[in-house]
Nanobody, 132 residues
Framework: QVQLVESGGGSVQAGGSLRLSCAAI??????????MGWFRQIPGNEREGVAT???????TYADSVAGRFTISQDNAKNTVFLQMASLTPEDTAMYFC????????????????????????WGQGTQVTVSS
């Protein structure tokens, strides 16, 4: 059974940085093709894609975070990271990790609004709060 466990959220002032981690349990990086993604959601809004990374190494970013956030993966730790820098209050949200399997390690070719519909496994989320 696939489980995704997020950590690293917290409170930070605008301009600061945080690194989120997503530990994958139930499958092993390097043995199965996948796409991992980070999403975020604020109450009353739809969940939106932030960044995705395939096991083939391909990455995509939402326009709102490109140049500030970096998604990466560590096969040895079976973990995906989201390094967030230059945070603003608009980045405040619950951040979720998600996964979908793909034989070629590719991520869905969908926009960051609808890409969430392709993901099958979700973590419980970690809160990020950025104060001005």
């Amino acid at each position: 059974q696939v489980q995704l466990v997020e950590s690293g959220g917290g409170s930070v002032q605008a301009g600061g940085s945080l690194r989120l981690s997503c530990a994958a349990i139930g499958f092993t990086f390097g043995r199965r093709g996948y796409c991992m993604g980070w999403f975020r959601q604020i109450p009353g809004n739809e969940r939106e894609g932030v960044a995705t990374i395939g096991s083939n190494g391909g990455t995509t970013y939402a326009d709102s975070v490109a140049g500030r956030f970096t998604i990466s993966q560590d096969n040895a730790k079976n973990t995906v990271f989201l390094q967030m820098a230059s945070l603003t209050p608009e980045d405040t949200a619950m951040y979720f990790c998600a996964a979908v399997f793909d034989p070629w390690g590719r991520c869905p070719t969908a926009d960051m609004v609808t890409v969430k519909d392709w993901f099958r496994h979700w973590g419980q989320g970690t809160q990020v709060t950025v104060s001005s």
